[in-house]
């Protein structure tokens, strides 16, 4: 139905930036909600960020708004994430969903579809 391939993540320097992308295959892309998740290391998978089908609203944790920033490309099949203003805590594994409409509430409390995952290290 829908696959969810992550790329971006990597090495980077408390106060720095990355692009998160992920790229999902399967029609109608524009008939799911997108999402942000991450997991640390011995700590619960936590939500990150989420965006409407047609990208006209979002949502974010409050850990990370003013900083991060969830966007996308439905002609592109591809929703991002712009990490700003990285810090060590940040670090974490990022995983990016897929929640087919209508979802119950905003942001979703579940989701259908998850990528694989992308390391990010934030080095202080």
């Known amino acids: 139905q829908v696959q969810l391939v992550e790329s971006g993540g990597g090495l980077v320097q408390a106060g720095g930036s990355l692009r998160l992308s992920c790229a999902a295959s399967g029609h109608p892309f524009r008939s799911y909600v997108m999402g942000w998740f991450r997991q640390a290391p011995g700590k619960e998978r936590e939500f990150v960020a989420a965006i409407s089908t047609s990208g006209g609203s979002t949502n974010y944790a409050d850990s990370v708004k003013g900083r991060f920033t969830i966007s996308r490309d439905n002609a592109k099949n591809t929703v991002y994430l712009q990490m700003n203003s990285l810090k060590p805590e940040n670090t974490a594994v990022y995983y990016c969903?897929?929640?087919?409409?209508?979802?119950?509430?905003?942001?979703?409390?579940?989701?259908?579809?998850w990528g694989q995952g992308t390391q990010v290290t934030v080095s202080s």
């Open positions: 969903a897929a929640k087919a409409i209508p979802v119950g509430s905003w942001p979703p409390p579940d989701w259908d579809y």
